[in-house]
């Protein structure tokens, strides 16, 4: 936990697409004993947040409200959530674990491509807020690759959280200086709200899939729910058959559309709002989901479930590690801002990035969302609730011990690439290509097939063509860091061709 929770705040400091102090998360966690525990560290709406509050005259959604303003940041949850999930299975001390993330923002580190180009391509968002201007555009370029980069007041932020605890970042002078920020741009997050936030302990969902036990998020992610759909339908449709050639990608895809429709209508925060899971996920519905399934031809999506949507837009960031010991110790950690470097503002005096995570509710009804979901009313944005997430930190075991460790960014995409890689990497490939392996993603609306740019073979392009698919392009469907426990003992590290990632060792 303690190089889980390091990596994190370090990537707050090299990784500012996406790590963070004023985003949130989940993780899932394995102690050697077996036990499997998630911690939920997700934002939630602040106080004064209201159901239409991204609604403009005529009841009309307001454009970009819940993205690029201060209106959508939510009550972020990272500090506390670090901060919790060491406290309870950490063993270095606390100063000990933020020091990496203090060291490299202080001494500085060397611009990868990857930031410099994220900022050329975040220009126009970035530049609308002075701070984030100053600081990461100097000269009016976007950081070039290869320069030193140090970022003293963020030390600073994490030699006080160091020092203090994470309350000195929910309280006091830090918390006070957030607000202000927030408030000065027409923003509703308080400080009572940055005091009150409490990351939550849940039971993991737990999926027996043949010999596998897949553990993840519950609500408020609908990680749980698509993974058991999912798996539950293939078992009935695809029957003996093992690994993803086209015709149990065609079943996949057709599970996938099943799965997120009711993702769609159905999800939201269950502390917050009735969502009928017992119903959504008995056996012998999926059973029936799954037999509905034809082997031949693609359904639409608009007789399995109604609903309106359009294109998913394909800027988006966030990031996920997993870490584990030869022990049977595990860590799958994803942590975002949800859009690439969040609502794009730097605090000023603070140096951290702000989250859109408001952007996950049902901002308007009938919209899409970021991730071009269109999601229901249970998802609407309540005072205090979470916003539904897709994020998807997996632990699979088999036979009581841990198999692999997956996750990934991608936001709506999270759930499916998570079981194409878990598909591949357990039946029958090895964990760096399963990782590597195109990706095709469906989400009930838009009625689409989402594939990787360039990825797919012809013939497979054919198959799914034939069966009525309608395939649109998308670059690229995941960025998964993955670990896999082999039979010798040993552990493999897997890092994402499409991403920065790499496994390292001590
Ligand atoms: O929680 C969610 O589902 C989204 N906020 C995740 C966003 C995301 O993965 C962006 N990534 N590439």
């Known amino acids: 936990m303690d190089a889980a929770i390091a990596t994190a ?9 996406a790590g963070n102090l004023a985003g949130g ?21 602040p106080a004064r947040a209201s159901r239409d ?3 403009g005259p005529g009841g009309r959604p307001l454009p970009e409200a819940s993205t690029a303003t201060a209106l959508a940041v939510a009550t972020p949850g990272s500090v506390r959530g670090y901060a919790e999930a060491h406290r309870r299975l950490g063993r270095l001390p606390w100063a000990k674990v933020v020091a990496p993330a203090e060291r490299l923002a202080r001494e500085g580190f060397v611009v990868p491509a990857g930031l410099s180009e994220d900022l050329a391509e975040e220009r126009e968002l970035l530049t609308r807020w002075e701070e984030t201007r100053r600081t990461f555009f100097p000269g009016g370029l976007p950081l070039a690759a290869g320069v030193l980069f140090r970022q003293p007041v963020l030390a600073e932020t994490l030699a006080r959280i160091a020092k203090e605890g994470p309350e000195a970042f929910h309280r006091g002078d830090m918390a006070a200086r957030i607000v202000t920020f927030v408030r000065a741009h027409g923003g509703v997050l308080s400080e009572e709200d940055l005091a009150g936030y409490a990351p939550l302990w ?37 029957g003996a058959a093992r690994g993803l050639d086209a015709s149990s990608t065609h079943l996949l895809l057709e599970a996938e559309r099943r799965a997120f429709g009711d993702r769609n209508r159905w999800l939201g925060d269950g502390d917050c709002s009735v969502v009928p899971l017992g119903e959504l996920l008995a056996p012998a519905r999926l059973a029936a989901l799954g037999a509905s399934i034809d082997a ?20 988006e960031e966030t990031t996920h590690l997993s870490v584990a010991t030869p022990d ?18 730097i605090v000023p005096g603070l140096g951290v990035f702000l989250n859109n995570e408001m952007d996950d509710f049902t901002a308007a009804a009938g919209v899409p969302n970021l991730y071009g979901l269109v999601q229901g009313s249970v998802n609407e944005v309540r005072p205090g609730a979470r916003p539904l997430s897709s994020i998807a930190p997996v632990i699979v075991e088999e036979d009581g011990k841990p198999l692999l460790v997956v996750g990934s960014p991608g936001g709506s995409t999270i759930p499916t690439t998570v079981l194409q890689v878990l598909l591949r990497a357990t039946e029958g ?18 009625d689409v097939v989402f594939v990787e740019k360039g990825g797919a073979p012809e013939a497979l392009r054919g198959f799914l063509r034939a069966r009525g698919h309608v395939l649109e392009e998308r670059v690229p469907i995941g ?4 670990i896999a426990f082999e039979r010798d003992g040993r552990l493999t590290g897997a890092g994402d061709p499409r991403g920065q990632g790499a496994p390292a060792a001590p």
């Open 9 to 17: 705040l370090a990537l707050a400091v090299v990784y500012p697409q």
């Open 25 to 45: 998360g989940f993780l899932v966690v394995r102690t050697p004993d077996g036990t499997v525990q998630a911690l939920d560290f997700r934002e939630t709406a």
């Open 53 to 55: 509050m991204f609604l």
């Open 202 to 238: 849940r039971a993991p969902d737990t999926i027996r899939f043949g010999p596998l036990v897949v553990h993840t998020m519950p609500l408020p992610s609908s990680a749980g729910l698509v993974l058991r759909s999912v798996l539950g339908q293939l078992e009935v449709a695809r």
């Open 296 to 315: 031949a031809r693609a359904t639409p999506s608009a007789s399995v479930e109604s609903s309106l949507s359009s294109p998913a837009a394909e800027k």
């Open 328 to 345: 049977g110790f595990a860590v799958s950690l994803t942590t975002t801002l949800n859009g690439s470097f969040g609502n794009g503002a």
């Open 429 to 446: 490939e090895s964990l760096g290509s399963a990782v590597a392996a195109l990706r095709l993603h469906h989400q009930h609306r838009p």
């Open 479 to 482: 960025q998964v860091h993955a």
